[in-house]
């Protein structure tokens, strides 16, 4: 239904999680770049962003690719390099 007039349209807001956090933005499109930005403090460079797939394989998410953010979308974060058996973040 158009808006009536003299009324803006409400602006969409996308809700959704990085690692558990929550963030609301208001733009339908934004690169792995600027959802790096959303949780604080921001993602490092130490670390991959990926975005949930349900009963999928999750998809890394690069700082060039665009996102076309749906509601209650989930992303989560891993260190870049993983050494097994060592702590979280460590290097081999």
């Known amino acids: 239904m158009p808006p009536r ?11 959704g ?3 558990r956090e ?5 733009v339908a499109t934004m690169t792995g770049a600027s959802l790096r930005q959303l949780p604080t403090p ?3 460079a130490d670390r991959n962003l990926y975005r949930v797939v349900p009963g999928g ?3 890394k998410v690069g700082d060039a690719d665009p996102v076309d953010l749906k509601p209650g979308m989930h992303f989560v974060t ?7 058996g060592a702590p979280d973040g ?3």
């Open 90 to 92: 460590a290097r081999g």
């Open 5 to 15: 007039a003299g009324r803006l349209p409400s602006p969409r807001i996308f809700p």
């Open 78 to 84: 891993a260190p870049q390099n993983v050494t097994p």
């Open 42 to 44: 921001p993602i490092g």
């Open 22 to 26: 929550m963030f609301k933005v208001n």
């Open 57 to 59: 394989q999750d998809v």
């Open 17 to 19: 999680h990085i690692d």
